[in-house]
T-cell receptor, first 117, second 115 residues
Framework: ETGVTQTPRHLVMGMTNKKSLKCEQH?????MYWYKQSAKKPLELMFV???????ENNSVPSRFSPECPNSSHLFLHLHTLQPEDSALYLC????????????????FGPGTRLTVL | QKEVEQDPGPLSVPEGAIVSLNCTYS??????FMWYRQYSRKGPELLMY????GNKEDGRFTAQVDKSSKYISLFIRDSQPSDSATYLC???????????????FGKGTLLTVNP
């Protein structure tokens, strides 16, 4: 496997279900991200992890719970979601520039298409 | 006013046409300017990035940044059907803690190049 992988690619769940999205990066990066992509809206940054520490939480509802056990793996735990949470969830990784000079190029996975019924 | 404005299109052009895609922004703290391409059912992939005002060319693609006008463009010459995708502009600034760059994306422009 190369790059950034995400599983599952498609997920349909009811509002009372609990499910998890998984992301794995094979690039040796130290930062990982969750984004939400909805139709006709810009990508919305949800969470950022840098060296396994959460450095950003963009006012995301608590029904989304991230977990980063190591710098290669990122999870998004979902529970009691709403139909408006249906979207493409993208994971990305980057190598953060320690002393500046990094463009913060982010490499994206293929996404998980989530449908909440 | 949104931080990054991008016309979502859709934009449909014949093969061989020159395509111009644009974004405007309001945040003077943006440092890097990027264009991502996203094919259907795929994640975005970085196409080009620029730091300073001016032009940067890569094959059929030219990225242009005008910081004084807060305006960026992507030009595609001799467009091909394989260029059909959604093009997302993105701009980065250091986050408040200084530990990462934070990307702000435009909505994306859906481009179709017809053979």
């Amino acid at each position: 496997e190369t790059g950034v992988t995400q599983t599952p690619r498609h997920l349909v769940m009811g509002m009372t279900n609990k499910k998890s999205l998984k992301c794995e990066q094979h690039l040796g990066h130290n930062a990982m991200y969750w984004y939400k992509q909805s139709a006709k809206k810009p990508l919305e940054l949800m969470f950022v992890y840098n060296f396994k520490e959460q450095t950003e939480n963009n006012s995301v509802p608590s029904r989304f719970s991230p977990e980063c056990p190591n710098s290669s793996h990122l999870f998004l735990h979902l529970h009691t979601l709403q139909p408006e949470d249906s979207a493409l969830y993208l994971c990305a990784s980057s190598q953060d520039g320690q002393a500046g000079g990094s463009t913060n190029e982010q490499f994206f996975g293929p996404g998980t298409r989530l449908t909440v019924l | 006013q949104k931080e990054v404005e991008q016309d979502p299109g859709p934009l449909s052009v014949p093969e061989g046409a020159i395509v111009s895609l644009n974004c405007t922004y309001s945040n003077s703290a943006f440092q890097y300017f990027m264009w991502y391409r996203q094919y259907s059912r795929k994640g975005p992939e970085l196409l080009m990035y620029t730091y300073s005002s001016g032009n940067k060319e890569d094959g059929r693609f030219t990225a242009q940044v005008d910081k004084s006008s807060k305006y960026i463009s992507l030009f595609i010459r001799d467009s091909q059907p394989s260029d059909s995708a959604t093009y997302l502009c993105a701009m980065s600034e250091r986050n408040s803690g200084g530990s990462n760059y934070k990307l702000t994306f435009g909505k994306g422009t859906l481009l179709t190049v017809n053979p």
